[in-house]
């Protein structure tokens, strides 16, 4: 049971503007702790993607990008590509389960 | 270059301890950070099951906390999970992470070991 909510799966065409919505509450995105993203790819183990909200680890497309407002957060996919066609998790800590809490997951389909 | 790797069994039988352990190269546990597990049961998302210190410190998922212990050997550069009393639930994909303390994201990762408990 994810206390950090996500959209099932969002689709776009090549090229196009994806967002991905991770939506919690006041005791994880809503208080001081960063969100993180992951994006897994088919049969891989989850890469970190996005860390501190919007920050890119090295060898992270400049076109993945991060925002958080509030009790929410987006991360933002341009020009996408038919290899974006993955699973991607939004990731935070959360003060009253005292531990790090992942998304439900958003399948992006490239169509 | 940071690398872990998951090792143990692949089948567990109900009501058993599941045990994995995770081998860790590239770097030294005892040079900090924290050394984390979580699962993906099949066709699901991820669930953090706790974590552990150079020191032995522990924390572990509210959720799981009765059933779960994770320990360290620093001479070996590994670190393990045990999980008693499984059931069918606990089948997925157990993967092993490094995690910061004051960079709580999950920056390396092991390949995955997928744990399936039946009889």
């Known amino acids: 049971q994810s206390v950090l909510t996500q959209p099932p799966s969002v689709s776009g065409a090549p090229g196009q503007r994806v967002t991905i919505s991770c939506t919690g509450g006041s005791s994880n995105i809503g208080a001081v702790y960063d969100v993180n993203w992951y994006q897994q790819l088919p049969g891989t183990a989850p890469r970190l993607l996005i860390y501190?909200?919007?920050n890119r680890p090295s060898g992270v497309p400049e076109r993945f990008s991060g925002s958080k407002s509030g009790t929410s957060a987006s991360l933002a996919i341009s020009g996408l590509q038919a290899e974006d066609e993955a699973d991607y998790y939004c990731q935070s800590s959360d003060s009253s389960l005292s531990g790090y809490v992942f998304g439900t997951g958003t399948k992006v389909i490239v169509l | 270059q940071v690398q872990l790797q998951e090792s143990g069994p692949g089948l567990v039988k109900p009501s058993e301890t599941l045990s994995l352990s995770c081998t860790v190269s590239?770097?030294?546990?005892?040079?900090?950070?924290?050394w984390g597990w979580i699962r993906q049961p099949p066709g699901k998302g991820l669930e953090w099951i706790g974590r552990i210190y150079q020191n032995g410190s522990t924390h572990y998922n509210t959720s799981l906390t009765s059933r779960v212990t994770i320990s360290v050997d620093t001479s070996k550069n590994e670190f393990s999970l045990n999980l008693n009393s499984v059931t069918a639930a606990d089948t997925a994909v157990y993967y092993c992470?490094?995690?910061?303390?004051?960079?709580?994201?999950?920056?390396?990762w092991g390949q995955g070991i997928l744990v399936t408990v039946s009889s």
């Open positions: 501190g909200n919007s």
């Open positions: 992470a490094r995690v910061g303390k004051s960079r709580p994201f999950f920056e390396y």
């Open positions: 590239g770097y030294s546990i005892s040079s900090g950070y924290y």
